[in-house]
């Protein structure tokens, strides 16, 4: 199942690194990954998202765990979360295009950031389905010629932020 | 948890407040840190502390004249990684490695990698090109970092020189506590050369590091956990102790034989915790595993309680997890490490802690509630076990059997010598025919396997351990991997003894060969090699070396190579075509086990093969 994973990471040369490499030493691929500094100058948000069975996320956390850098892990998948991503898509647009786009715009809630000629730049911001048609709709009135997203990000519903080791990596049991 | 700062203690640091070169940072935090050895090869990037460790030295000069901290130069970077390793296996303290930038560095990444696979806390100090040259390819320039932060416990680059000092305090912190590993600190030149003051205290934060540790170290076992741990082992007829490295490095030893011995559970090691149970106890059953003893290998068939001390299940143990002591009721599971527990096999009942503590714990609760467990059945059926299934080998061949001579070591060594060894067939006799009374007497690559780690981690352990007989019993393959470190021996005057076992080739691929590819031996026979082991050993200054190649020798000159006085060196040309038994196949469970000629099986031998990916 995919799994959504917030990591807050030491700001240190190679940090990332590290952690990204956990990632392929042990046989799994990042399927998106977001990286963004908090409000501790020292301390940087990663937001992964990966595919894996419960049992061997829950195994691949504990392995993150064990890295130095690593302050703290929360698996938001575990818990009720909100998760959002951002998507900036330019689009080639054919005569005419534009009538659609603002369509489409309306449609999704999206903003338009830029209108040219034949071509146009739209922000979006919503969970992962959204985007997805998103962008699969705006192919179809232009050409995509840039579609960026941030990847997910993602906070736990409730108040709980991010988890205590002792209590999600079992210590007895 | 070993050192301490000397002056901490008392107040102040007397050097707080000095201004000091980042090289007389780093060799000041050693000295504090209790380091008494360096091993290193020198070179441009590490100039500044090379130099650093030479005037520390000059100046702090031992009542007899010697160098407090002394430089150990190995032929190969490769060579200090494992003496430092060898240092740490055999004292239980921090190894210190020092080389220079690019090759110094990368030769050190195979020793890193076989200590995190084996936890082994060493701390290796690199130089790195000036930080204005880092990322321009500059000359001898790797990027270590990068590198090492796949293999090692961590890695530090040292960009802001004052975070030096803090910086290599907090490696030995992370080295040693936890499950202990190598940590490498990368330290540009002109940080090396960089002018500041010297705190004499402070560390890293370290905050998910430490917040973690501590949730460890605060983690007590509960009268609960005691309840049901004492209520499983009150169902079982049959308990075993599964012990791992984890009980070594864990200093862990004492705690697990009093509750071993308190209630009668035979104890099985792996080849890791060698040592952990005295060998020649009555209820200890040696090593378990691929190789372990028939007998162990059979108790594990047997038993119906498994508790794992310091364990991981590994391949070697665990071929096939699901068949892997296939009638236990319960599984107990004691680590320091969480990512353990439940990583191969799930586990009935865990604990992550503070491996020596909780033991005693358990055992004062079992005190405490007067807890009585009757195990006569089980010791008899040990004590057949053990005398039915015993290890034995061609005693009446012709030619040189290897276990007939590390049985006459042993015979010598009486289970009190510090026994390295490289990989392979020679590693596998060693720990099957030593008796090891104590921890921290056996020395081996498990983990990784590494060729050649024999020799290296022999010297170091003697550094470690003036007091002790230190023995590298290695094959004629590992020995050629670091055949430039017999120099080292005798540069040092280290009364270390260097068996090779020659066997011409490297007799575990060819054991796989002939079991698994019909004999085709791809690579691995070396008949035709021209290496007069005895001559390289004379010719790098051994007084004592010989070769032994009758049989009818055996026993007079090994008597004199175990009485030599200096470093000694015995070649054996045994019978090339000696197996190790008993072996489980790599995947297979342990009714598969095959016993060999000389050892007797309680099953059928098995008549399937693996597939050619499941062997590894």
Not at chain 1, 96 to 125: K, M, P
Not at chain 1, 148 to 172: C, D, I, P, W
Not at chain 2, 189 to 213: I, M, S
Not at chain 2, 585 to 599: A, E, L, N, R, V
Request: net charge neutral.
């Amino acid at each position: 199942m995919r799994h959504v994973i917030a990591v807050l990471l030491q700001n240190e040369v190679g940090a990332l690194t590290r952690m990204t490499g956990l990632f392929s030493t042990r046989g799994y691929n990042i399927d998106s990954l977001n990286v963004a500094p908090t409000d501790d100058p020292a301390v940087s948000r990663v937001t992964l998202v990966i595919e894996g069975s419960d049992a061997a996320i829950a195994q691949l956390n504990t392995q993150l765990a064990k890295l130095v850098d690593v302050v703290n892990i929360h698996d938001m998948t575990l818990g009720e979360h909100f998760e959002r991503e951002l998507a900036i898509v330019k689009l080639k647009l054919a005569p005419g295009g534009y009538e659609q786009v603002l369509r489409l715009a309306a449609d999704f809630g999206a903003e338009i950031l830029d209108d040219a000629e034949n071509s146009c730049t739209i922000q979006l911001t919503g969970g992962l389905a959204k985007v997805d048609a998103f962008v699969r709709d705006a192919a179809r009135i232009g050409t995509l010629a840039a579609v960026a997203r941030s990847g997910s990000v993602a906070v736990s519903k409730g108040e709980v932020t991010l988890s205590s080791y002792a209590r999600v990596h079992r210590l007895s049991g | 948890m070993t050192t301490q700062l000397t002056a901490g203690r008392t107040g102040e640091h007397p050097l707080a407040g000095a201004r000091m070169t980042g090289a007389d940072i780093v060799v000041q935090v050693l000295a504090d840190e209790g380091v008494d050895t360096i091993f290193g090869y020198s070179g441009g990037a590490i100039l500044p502390t090379y130099d650093a460790v030479f005037r520390y030295n000059d100046a702090n000069r031992r009542p007899d004249g010697t160098p407090r901290i002394p430089l150990i130069v190995p032929a190969n970077e490769q060579g200090a990684g494992f003496m430092a390793a060898g240092y740490a296996r055999a004292s239980g303290k921090v190894g210190v490695v020092m080389v220079t930038s690019g090759p110094g560095a990368t030769n050190t990444v195979t020793p890193v990698r076989d200590c995190m696979a084996d936890s082994v806390p060493i701390v290796v100090i690199c130089g790195q090109v000036p930080r204005h040259a880092i990322g321009t390819d500059a000359f001898q320039e790797a990027p270590v970092s990068a590198i090492m932060g796949a293999v090692a416990k961590h890695v530090f680059l040292v960009t802001n020189p004052s975070a030096l000092e803090a910086t290599v305090r907090s490696a030995f912190e992370l080295a040693r506590t936890g499950r202990p590993g190598p940590v490498v600190i990368d330290i540009p030149k002109d940080v090396q050369n960089w002018e500041g003051r010297f705190a004499g205290a402070g560390a890293l934060p370290l905050t998910g590091y430490r917040a973690r540790l501590r949730a460890v170290m605060d983690n007590r076992l509960t009268d609960e956990s005691c309840r049901r741990l004492y209520e499983m082992l009150a169902g079982s007829e049959r308990p075993l102790i599964y012990a791992g490295g984890g009980v070594i490095n864990g200093n862990a030893t004492t705690a697990l034989r009093n509750f071993a011995d308190a209630y009668g559970i035979p104890v099985a090691t792996t080849l890791m915790a060698l040592g952990a149970s005295d060998t020649t106890h009555p209820l200890s059953l040696h090593m378990l595993g691929m190789h372990g003893m028939a007998f162990a290998n059979y108790a594990v068939e047997d038993c119906d309680m498994l508790i794992a001390v310091g364990a991981r299940f590994d391949d070697r143990v665990a071929g096939d997890p699901a068949r892997f002591a296939p009638k236990v009721r319960y599984i107990a599971h004691f680590d320091v490490d969480v990512s353990e527990v439940g990583k191969v096999k799930a586990v009935t009942w865990h604990h992550v802690g503070i491996l020596s503590r909780d033991l005693d714990d358990l055992l004062a609760y079992g005190r405490r509630v007067g807890f009585r467990k009757q195990l006569e059945t089980w010791h008899r059926e040990i004590a057949g076990l053990k005398e039915r299934h015993r290890l034995n080998y061609d005693r009446e061949s012709r030619l040189i059997q290897p276990c007939a001579v590390i049985e006459e070591i042993n015979r010598i060594a009486k289970g009190e010598a510090i026994i390295a060894t490289g990989v392979g067939q020679h590693q596998m006799w060693a720990a099957q025919y030593f008796d090891f009374r104590e921890p921290r007497l056996w020395l081996t690559s498990g983990s990784m396997g590494t060729m050649g780690f024999g020799l290296p981690a022999a010297i170091g352990a003697q550094f470690a351990r003036r007091d002790r007989v230190v023995i590298d019993i290695d094959g004629d393959g590992s020995m050629r991997m670091n055949l430039g470190e017999l120099e080292t021996a005798t540069t040092y005057g280290l009364p270390v003894k260097v068996v090779v076992l020659n066997n011409f080739g490297d007799g575990m691929v060819r054991q796989w060969q002939k079991l698994y590819y019909k004999g085709r031996l791809s690579g691995s026979d070396k008949s035709l090699h021209r290496k007069d082991f005895v001559r390289a050993a004379e010719a790098d200054g051994f007084e004592f070396a010989k070769r032994l190649d009758r049989k009818e020798d055996l026993e007079r000159v090994i008597g004199e190579f175990m009485r030599f006085p200096g470093p000694a060196f015995l070649e054996v040309i045994i019978d090339p075509d000696a197996g190790v038994y008993p072996m489980v196949g790599p995947g297979q469970s342990y009714d598969k086990m095959i016993t060999g000629d000389f050892i007797r099986s309680r099953e059928r031998p098995p008549d399937e093969t693996p597939g050619p990916s499941q062997m590894f």
